[in-house]
């Protein structure tokens, strides 16, 4: 089998790619790991969550579409729930959501400047039209 080449629509997530620790305050206290790597020679991105109880370990493949900025993010987590993101990360700023009818997500993480940290938060919407904040996350890169 012949390797594929880096995919150039992912370059500008290399500041995200290593291995994290995530705290929730709402869930507690306490830290876990998050892995940010390449799979596939660089063709998508993969991100392996482990984070603090209650919330769930997931899996995220991230790739995107050459025209775009907008990456596609493909969600899949140990309580067996599926979804599908659309991301983007420009000028140090992370976003991820979802339009779903009756449950709408949004998510926001800053790069610091050293590359070192991400300050984010998650928000919710039921009624796809007001938004409520529903957790706290803060990623600290290891090594």
Do not use: C
Not at 13 to 28: M, T
Not at 42 to 54: C, L
Not at 121 to 138: P, Q
């Amino acid at each position: 089998m012949t390797s594929m080449p880096p995919n150039p629509v992912l370059e500008s997530l290399e500041p995200l790619i290593g291995e994290w620790r995530v705290e929730v305050p709402q869930f507690g206290g306490g830290s876990a790991p998050v892995s940010i790597e390449w799979v596939e020679g660089r063709a998508f991105v993969r991100i392996q969550s482990e984070p603090p109880d209650p919330a769930p370990n997931s899996v995220q493949l991230v790739s995107g579409d050459d025209p775009s900025d907008v990456y596609t993010v493909l969600y899949y987590d140990s309580r067996g729930v599926s979804r599908v993101y659309q991301m983007t990360f420009e000028g140090g700023v992370w976003k991820m959501w979802r339009d779903a009818p009756g449950f709408d997500q949004r998510f926001t993480g800053t790069l610091s400047d050293d590359d070192r940290t991400i300050r984010a938060a998650w928000e919710k919407s039921l009624d796809n039209a007001a938004w409520e904040h529903d957790f706290d996350l803060t990623y600290t890169k290891v090594g």
